[in-house]
DNA sequence: TATTGTTATACTCTATAACTATA
DNA sequence: TATAGTTATAGAGTATAACAATA
């Protein structure tokens, strides 16, 4: 049996989740977390598909506006507002710096962490991202009007406080 | 370098998206994607409480709910439902055979696909966890007052549409 | 030819645990 | 002792590709 080797860098599918015709989604249909899913779905097809050829993923995403909103971040802090382990965190920034978009400094109270910061190059891709991501989200937004898109947010703030 | 082995059946941790104090979370907090992701978090953390000990995850939950209901279901449409691929959808099928709540049906008319159905003791676990998530999710959504909780699912079917 | 289920394999993400260097 | 970062390893979940049986 000869197998083709698959593509180095295979995106994430993630397909949508359809509504299949006919099917009974009984209890399904009544449970917030499975409208969440659903609604996140949509959401991350959208953030997909705006950043097509990028290599973002969420967590990247996430990751890089935290480091230029919050300049000299600790990988550890970084993690803990992903939530994930600090291994997690360390993979994510080597990511970032073999791409040349963040740079590790020492700092000189604590020599034990690092300071993330992003680099010119950074900067410029991060902008570039937040402008797509942005622009993908507010189409999908559009779906609700400005009064139904505050309230939306209001009650998901709530829920997840 | 002596390891301990890791426990054999660890379940996702997924730890809760703590806010951070003093982080500054730029663009993120006005993008519908990221709040419904915290939103998400908190429903699926209740939902692995209300589970402890069953060993379920959405998926499996969904897969057996959606059986119930679509009795002689076959193993591609369920994964279509999921919005996972075919050969996902049978090593689900494997685990949920092999704790004895599913069992796969020859159809007389198509004898390629497996009809799917729940075992008597599928049945009852179907209803237990069912009780538990519809009450750990009633008692997230109790976070909002009867007419929040329509408006925000009808806002989230708008949004998945 | 097309579809269902199956098997083999690979890859991503994330975890835990132990190690190191600093504090 | 405690913490930040690192390394090694493991596992869950899901993908693609090829195959056999059936339509």
Do not use: C
């Not at 040349?100 to 000189?108: K, N, Q, S």
Request: avoid cysteine; glycine fraction near 6%.
């Amino acid at each position: 049996m000869i197998r083709k080797p698959p593509s180095p860098h295979r995106p994430r599918a993630l397909a949508p989740i359809p509504r299949v015709a006919g099917l009974d989604y009984d209890v399904l249909d009544e449970l917030l977390g499975y409208s969440l899913r659903r609604a996140q779905v949509a959401l991350f097809l959208a953030f997909h598909e705006a950043t097509r050829g990028m290599e973002i993923t969420p967590p990247r995403f996430t990751a890089l506006v935290v480091i230029g909103a919050n300049p000299d971040i600790s990988q550890s802090t970084l993690g803990e507002v992903l939530g994930i382990a600090r291994s997690g965190a360390m993979l994510l920034t080597d990511w970032m710096v073999a791409r040349g978009l963040v740079e590790r400094r020492r700092r000189p109270d604590d020599r034990r962490a690092w300071g993330l910061h992003l680099t010119r190059r950074g900067e410029r891709f991060v902008a570039r991202m937040k402008r797509r991501v942005r622009a993908a989200d507010a189409r999908r937004a559009a779906a609700l009007n400005a009064r139904e898109l505050r309230e939306l947010l209001r009650l998901l703030a709530k829920l997840a406080g």
